[in-house]
């Protein structure tokens, strides 16, 4: 035979094209496209389903070390197992500088957590909170030059946050080497003073967190963050957009033809502020960073999916169990909300979600849908074209969909290690019948395969998106 696997009958998408196709693979790469392909070792007959580059989740958290007590539930075996369940094929997780800590020691760390583990590829996302001289004139050039070529900032949380002249030194940093930073763009002490407000007035239930960071603290921090990029020259992706007026913010850098890549992710279409209001205290499964806001929000996020604003949909997989001691609910006791880690669960609900209200409701085309989430966000952070997409030479991770498989969303079938989902009982159609990695499957439609430790690490290149206008 001349392949180890060939995928039969199926219509291939990629971000440009739609084809009527056989997938030929041998060595974990696809290596013949094209009708009546001679035989394979294995066959898959794909008739009537899609044939899609896996997924790049290019913001989700795994097995971060947090706070004293406080654990991520989901490590690099069951998150990759999850992503794969859900038609994921890469994840780019975060390995995170603690303050005082080196960057070096950080990224260590991080590989001996992932060591053993992984059932898909993954490359690291650095997260730098402090940027020393040494990390400034060794550390950061030394790992982008080894294939760490991209790394979050924040412009909020104490214990992450940098100040602006400590932005614009790495961002100066980033230009020079040729990484990509993605920023976190809130403004810490309007939320600081609010949160502080709240209190005194006795607004401590898990809907006020949406009160204590309104929209304007993520447009001030979005306007700030764009006017930073500018001034250094040096493009930059704000991640995790929730809505209209920081979408403005990066309409207003579009119109002035300033490199500001935008990310945005399930919670900020599915859920509202309302989520937030649940009886008791199960709003604290939704309290996430930006907060997600309301019907018409929701409208510009999909206006922004559709054309062009946004580059990458990523899940911002944060794995906090709702009764864990200090999770969600700390100890079983209704905390302040300030107490409440933030972030939501969906690395294996992500894909599905888009491709069922987005492609299936007609608001993207299926073009856009592989673009945003497998293609763009691999071009973003040095991936493409080993991953993102399905070509000859690059690797064989696809997602073979059917794009009529109805499921109902429960936690109780979702393969993470978190004690919830935000989207339980949510009807979506389309959902992965098999997920191959390097042309071995992951998972077949009912249940994860491929042994934990056999996904690689992924040096990543510099990406071109990073490149500065050099006016
Ligand atoms: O609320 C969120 N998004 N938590 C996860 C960490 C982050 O800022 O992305
Ligand atoms: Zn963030
Ligand atoms: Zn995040
Ligand atoms: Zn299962």
């Known amino acids: 035979e001349d392949f180890d696997l060939v995928i039969r009958n199926g219509t291939v998408a990629t971000a440009s094209d739609i084809m009527q196709c056989d997938v030929g693979i041998a060595g974990g790469k696809v290596v013949a496209m094209g009708r009546n392909l001679a035989s394979g070792k294995r ?4 008739a009537g389903k899609l044939v899609l580059p896996g ?8 097995d971060q070390p947090m706070e004293e007590g406080l654990e991520m539930a989901d490590d690099f075996r069951s998150g990759t197992i999850s992503a794969a369940c859900g038609g994921t094929t890469t994840v780019i997780p975060f390995a995170a500088q603690a303050k005082g800590q080196s960057l070096r020691a950080a990224v260590e760390d991080y590989h001996r957590r992932a060591e053993g583990k992984a059932v898909i590829d993954y490359a690291f996302h650095m997260i730098v909170s402090d940027p020393t001289e040494k990390v400034l004139k060794e ?4 790992l982008i030059s080894e294939g760490y070529t991209s790394f979050k900032i924040y412009m909020t949380y104490d214990d992450l946050k940098l100040n602006d002249r400590q932005i614009i030194d790495v961002l100066a940093i980033a230009r020079r080497e040729g990484a ?3 920023i976190h763009a809130e403004n810490a002490d309007c939320i600081a003073w609010l949160t502080e407000q709240l209190e005194d007035a006795g607004l401590t239930a898990p809907k006020y967190h949406a009160t204590s960071r309104p929209m304007l603290v993520e447009r001030e921090a979005t306007h700030r963050a764009i006017a930073l990029s500018e001034l250094v020259d040096v493009p930059i992706l704000i991640v995790h957009v929730s809505g209209k007026e920081a979408i403005e913010q990066i309409r207003w850098a579009h119109g002035h033809g300033l490199r500001i890549y935008a990310e945005t992710c399930p919670q900020y279409f599915m859920l509202t502020a309302d989520d937030l209001d649940q009886e008791g205290y199960h709003g604290a499964k939704c309290i996430c960073s930006p907060p997600p806001r309301d019907k018409e929000n929701q409208q510009y996020i999909w206006d922004g999916l559709a054309n062009g604003l946004f580059t990458v949909f990523s899940s911002d997989h944060a794995p ?3 009764a864990d001691p200090k999770g969600k609910m700390p100890g079983g006791k209704e905390v302040p909300f300030r107490y409440i880690p933030n972030g939501t669960p969906g690395l294996e609900t992500r894909l599905p979600l888009l491709f069922s209200e987005g492609v299936g409701k007609g608001r993207i085309d299926l073009n856009r849908f592989v673009a945003l989430t497998a293609t763009d966000p691999a071009k973003m952070y040095g991936l493409y074209p080993q991953k993102g997409t399905i070509a000859i030479g690059g690797d064989a991770d696809i997602a073979i969909w059917d794009p009529h498989k109805e499921v109902v969303i429960a936690n109780d079938n979702l393969h993470h290690n978190v004690d919830y989902t935000p989207y339980e009982g949510v009807a979506v159609t389309g959902w992965p019948v098999v997920t ?8 077949d439609g009912k249940e994860p395969q491929g042994a934990a430790g056999r996904g690689e690490f992924l040096k ?3 990406p ?3 490149r500065p206008r050099k006016r």
């Open 43 to 46: 066959e898959i007959d794909a």
């Open 55 to 62: 997924g790049v989740d290019s913001h989700c958290h795994l």
């Open 139 to 142: 550390e950061l050039p030394q």
């Open 180 to 182: 990509m930073v993605m």
């Open 320 to 322: 906090f169990r709702y």
């Open 436 to 443: 191959l990695s390097r042309g071995e499957v992951v998972y």
């Open 460 to 462: 990543c290149g510099l």
């Open 464 to 466: 071109d998106p990073a």
